[in-house]
């Protein structure tokens, strides 16, 4: 047997924005439990413990091997006292006591399912609990006024909790690229979000679109939605347009986090013969099945940014979430920097820094690059 004092502690750099996060991880079961744990917290409006636990999370993902012993983990950033907690409760005992009866709880379950429909945030969910409604039956019979989204995101809710596989995103990368080729021929389309880090499921498809002409953007949307409407394939959408140039934010100020860009909140009809392999929605008694439908639901975004913006659009619409969070803490603290998914300023030089690619980004934070499939923290 090994001793304590024979065992190697991990080394891991503090910001997930300087590490190497692949789909890899030896720790699952520790992370799924902090995952949980920051689910919950966010669920109740407490993110501050939802960003703690999940950068405990990511720290643990990044470890080579699974932890085994407390001990490993002497030195590593980011483990509060709560965190260690929980990890100590699982090595020692098989299990966290605050994470099975967090799971087991009537309001966090009642919170999944209510957030897990389209449209509906925690606050909603909340109100909603406090009314007494717990499920979607209680929710359909309550009465309440819901708004085009929620309607829309409980109608398709079987359809839209079921993960998205990569041959349904690559079906709607097609269909995508062709409607945007036809009512913009030179516009660009990439796929971002989880799948450009390598996910084989998403919870919805990201798409980011641009056009190598400055300008020749502005309008692209509202031409792309209409030809996806008139094809049949958007069950719900909702544009949002842009207003990076209105309000405190534009040329001359600091970038804040929340970005602008003209955006498409959808939901697809996707067809069973546009995959090739069927749709993958079970059958429940609340819908047709799925082979009497021949089709399923899927979440779609969409993004049009200009071509000078393209490059931190991309950076910010790939994710993962706290990788995101991690590279503008990264730019705040460390380098007097505002990123967002329009720009990088320069505080002290209140400037901007231009940028037209990925790796350019990370060399003005002066980070290592770290590639898409390595940034899923
Ligand atoms: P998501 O689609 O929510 O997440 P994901 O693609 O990483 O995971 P999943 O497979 O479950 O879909 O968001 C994708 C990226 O878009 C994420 O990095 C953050 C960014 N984003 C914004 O910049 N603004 C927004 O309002 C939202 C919703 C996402
Ligand atoms: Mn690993
Ligand atoms: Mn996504
Ligand atoms: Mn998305």
């Not at 997930?16 to 520790?30: G, I, M």
């Not at 439990?33 to 689910?39: D, F, I």
Request: proline share 4%; charged share 25%; net charge neutral.
């Amino acid at each position: 047997a090994v001793n304590d004092s024979e065992v190697t502690p991990f080394s891991v750099p503090s910001y997930a924005c300087q590490r190497r996060s692949t789909l890899k991880n030896h720790n699952a079961v520790l992370t799924d439990s902090l995952s949980l744990l920051a689910e919950n917290a966010e669920l109740s409006d407490e993110d501050g413990r939802g960003v703690a636990f999940r950068r405990a999370a990511a720290v643990l993902k990044a470890l080579p091997s699974a932890v085994t012993k407390m001990s490993q983990l002497k030195g590593l950033p980011c483990l509060g006292e709560h965190s260690l907690r929980v990890i100590k409760d699982i090595l020692e005992n098989g299990a966290s006591s605050e994470v099975e009866s967090t799971k087991e709880s009537e309001r966090f379950k009642a919170l999944k399912v209510l957030t897990g429909i389209f449209g509906v945030g925690s606050k909603t969910a909340d109100r909603w609990i406090r009314e007494g409604i717990h499920n979607l039956q209680q929710l359909r019979d309550s009465g309440q006024t819901l708004n085009r989204a929620q309607q829309a995101g409980l109608e398709h809710y079987d359809d839209i909790k079921q993960p998205v596989s990569l041959a349904e995103a690559e079906a709607i990368r097609g269909i995508v690229g062709r409607a945007v080729a036809s009512v913009s021929p030179e516009a660009q389309i990439v796929l971002t979000g989880g799948f450009r880090r390598g996910k084989l499921t998403g919870h919805d498809v990201d798409f980011l679109i641009t056009h190598p002409e400055e300008g020749s953007e502005v309008g692209l949307m509202p031409k792309l939605v209409s030809w996806l409407e008139s094809q049949g394939l958007l069950l719900y959408q909702k544009t949002t347009r842009n207003s990076y140039l209105e309000g405190s934010e534009g040329p001359g100020r600091p970038p804040s986090n929340i970005d602008r860009f003209e955006r498409c909140l959808s939901i697809f009809k996707l067809s069973a013969g546009q995959t090739g392999r069927g749709v993958q929605s079970e059958e429940t008694a609340a819908s047709p099945s799925a082979a009497e439908r021949r089709w399923r639901a899927v979440r779609v975004d969409l993004v049009v940014s200009p071509i000078s913006q393209f490059a931190f659009a991309l950076l910010g619409w790939t994710g993962s979430k706290l990788f995101e969070r991690e590279l503008r803490r990264w730019a705040g603290h460390e380098k007097g920097m505002s990123l967002s998914s329009h720009a990088l300023y320069d505080n002290k030089q209140g400037r901007y820094i231009r940028a037209s690619s990925e790796e350019e980004i990370f060399a003005h934070l002066g980070l290592e690059f770290i590639p898409p499939t390595e940034r899923n923290a």
